[in-house]
């Protein structure tokens, strides 16, 4: 085998071989579930990814309701705009409480040379209704778990999931 191969085999099979990275809310290996969505050993929600790139059903919503609320200012795939930071980098450190709070409250950011004005989606269902679910694709794509777009196969819908989508939006 030319050298260059063999070393990118290797590369390729410790890729897969580490565990999944952690980020600002720890380790986010998925250890159990609840009514169908993953949850690492600090409770936090968190996502699976198969080695075959089939995500679970909450991290293929979550890039839904990514690009349809929250894309437009931080840009496709979490990355960043001109508008507002990258989400990608901002996981690393912020714990999934952070998160939920400035989703649901808002944050503005006065100081900077720039007014930037992150809004509050507190009385937004198609925001608070899907807020695990965005987390954890925002979660996956901070932790280098997901590639960019949107996920090649998703693991099918968990049972009760509808039934509890349907009575959080009313
Ligand atoms: C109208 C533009 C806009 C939309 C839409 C928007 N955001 Fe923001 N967001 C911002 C801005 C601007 C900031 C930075 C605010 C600051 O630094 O004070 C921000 C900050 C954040 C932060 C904090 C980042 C950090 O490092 O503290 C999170 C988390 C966040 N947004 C999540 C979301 C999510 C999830 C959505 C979709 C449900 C969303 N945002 C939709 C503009 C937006």
Same mark, same amino acid.
């Given at each position: 085998?030319?050298?260059?191969?063999?070393?990118?085999?290797?590369?390729?099979?410790?890729?897969?071989?580490?565990?999944?990275?952690?980020d600002?809310?720890?380790?986010s290996?998925?250890?159990?579930?609840?009514?169908?969505?993953?949850?690492? &050993?600090? !409770?936090?929600?968190?996502f699976?990814?198969?080695?075959?790139?089939?995500?679970?059903?909450? /991290?293929?919503?979550?890039?839904?309701?990514?690009?349809?609320?929250?894309?437009?200012?931080? !840009?496709?795939?979490?990355?960043?705009?001109?508008?507002?930071?990258?989400?990608?980098?901002?996981l690393? /450190?912020?714990?999934?409480?952070?998160?939920?709070?400035?989703? /649901?409250? !808002? &944050?503005?950011?006065?100081?900077?040379?720039?007014?930037?004005?992150?809004?509050?989606?507190?009385?937004?269902?198609?925001?608070?209704?899907?807020?695990?679910?965005?987390f954890v694709?925002l979660r996956a794509?901070s932790d280098?778990?997901?590639?960019?777009?949107?996920?090649?196969?998703?693991?099918? &819908?968990?049972?009760?999931?509808?039934?509890?989508?349907?009575?959080?939006?009313?």
């Amino acid at each position: 085998m030319h050298m260059r191969t063999a070393t990118a085999a290797v590369a390729l099979l410790l890729a897969f071989a580490l565990p999944v990275a952690a980020d600002g809310s720890g380790d986010s290996t998925a250890v159990s579930t609840r009514d169908g969505e993953y949850i690492d &050993k600090a !409770g936090n929600p968190t996502f699976k990814i198969d080695k075959d790139g089939t995500v679970d059903w909450y /991290t293929s919503v979550g890039y839904i309701r990514y690009t349809a609320n929250c894309m437009q200012c931080h !840009g496709p795939d979490g990355l960043g705009s001109s508008f507002a930071p990258s989400l990608v980098d901002a996981l690393r /450190t912020l714990v999934y409480s952070q998160f939920v709070d400035t989703v /649901t409250n !808002g &944050k503005t950011n006065v100081s900077a040379s720039q007014d930037l004005v992150m809004p509050a989606f507190g009385v937004n269902p198609n925001v608070m209704c899907y807020l695990d679910a965005i987390f954890v694709y925002l979660r996956a794509r901070s932790d280098g778990a997901l590639e960019r777009g949107p996920p090649p196969k998703n693991a099918p &819908k968990p049972a009760g999931y509808s039934a509890a989508e349907n009575a959080c939006m009313g």
